[in-house]
């Protein structure tokens, strides 16, 4: 059912669109689509674990996709539940005949219009992070190739997930770490001009440039940056 | 956390537990861990030394772990100078791999050279942390013999770069995006240069990046550790000599 060109055509493009800078909502909406027009499901969702375990709905290709999600959270069942719970895939699993798996919510997602449901675990090591999820009708069937295609798509979802956590991550730690630096470096150079220019220690001058600070009310890096703008360069004759 | 490692399960357990084999010392947190990262690299690979500096080597930056607690001076070293493999690593957000200083491979560093060789530094290899296009230090490992690294010591060593980024990386938002404070701290090694810096623009009228630039000179000059001519300054007041007549020399010349 999925095509070999198709495939290799889609994932060329979604490794395209993570090298580039990429938002990542928007990449996992449009991975749900591609899930979606690949596999021939008629709903596709995106599911997260928060820090305390708690799934939430991430990106799905429709409402239906997202009102399916939804009612399993509210159900506390289903195969996306599962998945992530087990860490293992739920694959053609057929909803007529899940009623003892699933009790309430098999019923539910037959009602909806709905035959069979799949579940791929998002994996990083030996943690499940979320679950992709696709619904579709009895014709839905996947091969052991067609799953492991599927799987690749949950895992390109955890690879973008990842990779945007640690570029925020690792920026804020550069920025930050960068400004904690500078603003050291501008105080002990604002103490060396002070104390040269005044024929005191550097403590003293500490003290001073602190009280500057003070009875202005700014910040110290401010008023060191006050001390040493000028410094160097040509002056007044007089 | 981790996005681009090549390195397996089974590699990266074996990487931390070399780490944990290293006895923790007194320090604090992720300075402590790095620091012990740094031994079980060295020992690993069998080199003399290993650092990691956050930030440019030879800019703006703070050495926060090394091997052994003398080893720092290997990477201020390039910051002394302002030059050197490591901060290439940094500039090219690559690996620079220095068989031997001297050698075809040097990056052409006169005054890191003639330092770290004096130092009994042979051969260099620096290996920028970073995630994406985002740069936060380099992990450096020196040698006092020449030769590259095996095949399967760049493995090692590109692993520890990696596992030594995630640490950094993820300790900050673990923290709730706080600066690790023993990371801050490390910044204060150098104070006295900055303060030294900060005397010698105002008494030579000269920029703050000339000043490090003259700091720098005097102490390659002089065969001295940069933070030694600094200290001095400090303690003793400026006087670095005939200076200012050079430079007001100098000046006059040009007018001519």
């Not at chain 1, 104390?195 to 403590?203: F, K, L, T, V, Y």
């Not at chain 2, 690559?94 to 990056?107: M, N, W």
């Not at chain 2, 590259?148 to 923290?175: G, Q």
Request: charge should be negative.
């Amino acid at each position: 059912m999925i095509s070999t060109e198709q495939l290799a055509t889609m994932f060329v493009d979604m490794a395209d669109t993570l090298v580039d800078d990429f938002d990542t909502i928007d990449f996992l909406h449009d991975l749900t689509d591609r899930a979606a027009a690949i596999s021939g499901a008629e709903a596709v969702g995106l599911m997260l674990a928060d820090h305390r375990g708690r799934l939430q709905g991430l990106a799905s290709s429709n409402e239906a996709a997202r009102r399916l999600e939804l009612l399993q959270l509210h159900l506390e069942e289903g195969p996306c539940i599962d998945c992530y719970t087990s860490g293992q895939p739920v694959v053609n699993a057929h909803l007529s005949v899940a009623t003892d798996r699933w009790p309430r919510f098999a019923p539910a997602a037959i009602e909806a219009g709905f035959d069979s449901v799949h579940a791929f675990p998002m994996r990083l090591r030996d943690t499940v992070i979320g679950a992709l999820n696709l619904f579709g009708r009895p014709e839905t069937h996947f091969t052991a190739d067609e799953s492991r295609a599927v799987q690749a798509l949950a895992d390109i979802a955890t690879i973008a997930l990842l990779q945007e956590r640690s570029i925020t991550r690792a920026e804020t730690l550069t920025e930050q770490l960068q400004g904690a630096l500078n603003s050291r470096i501008i105080i002990e150079q604002a103490k060396g001009a002070i104390a040269q220019r005044e024929g005191i220690s550097p403590h003293d001058a500490f003290v001073s440039l602190r009280s500057r600070a003070r009875e202005s009310r700014r910040r110290l890096t401010d008023v060191a940056v006050e001390v040493l703008e000028g410094i160097g360069e040509p002056r007044d004759p007089h | 956390m981790c996005v681009d490692h090549t390195a397996d399960d089974h590699t990266r357990a074996w990487a931390f537990a070399l780490i944990d084999q290293q006895p923790p010392a007194s320090e604090d947190g992720i300075v402590d861990w790095l620091s012990r990262l740094c031994r079980a690299a060295s020992q690993e690979v069998d080199v003399i030394a290993a650092t990691v500096t956050m930030g440019a080597p030879g800019d703006t930056s703070a050495v926060v772990a090394a091997s052994a607690p003398g080893n720092q001076r290997f990477a201020e070293t390039e910051y002394a100078v302002g030059e050197g493999p490591a901060n290439d690593a940094w500039m090219l957000r690559r690996p620079v791999l220095v068989p031997e200083l001297g050698g075809p491979q040097d990056g052409a560093w006169p005054g890191y050279t003639a330092t770290a060789t004096a130092d009994g530094v042979v051969a260099v290899f620096a290996f920028p942390l970073q995630v994406g296009a985002v740069r936060v230090g380099v992990f450096t490992l020196y040698h006092d013999e020449p030769g590259t690294l095996s095949p399967a010591n760049l493995a090692t060593c590109l692993l520890m770069a990696e596992l030594a980024t995630e640490r950094l990386v993820d300790s900050h938002a673990s923290d709730g995006g706080a600066i690790d404070p023993s990371l801050e701290a490390a910044a204060d090694v150098r104070m006295e240069i900055y303060q030294a810096q900060g005397m010698v623009a105002v008494a030579l009228e000269i920029s703050l990046v000339d000043a490090l630039a003259t700091l720098r000179g005097h102490a390659f000059q002089s065969g001295r550790d940069l933070i030694d001519v600094a200290s001095e300054i400090v303690h003793n007041g400026y006087r670095l000599g005939d200076d200012r007549h050079d430079r007001n020399h100098e000046q006059d010349r040009d007018q001519e």
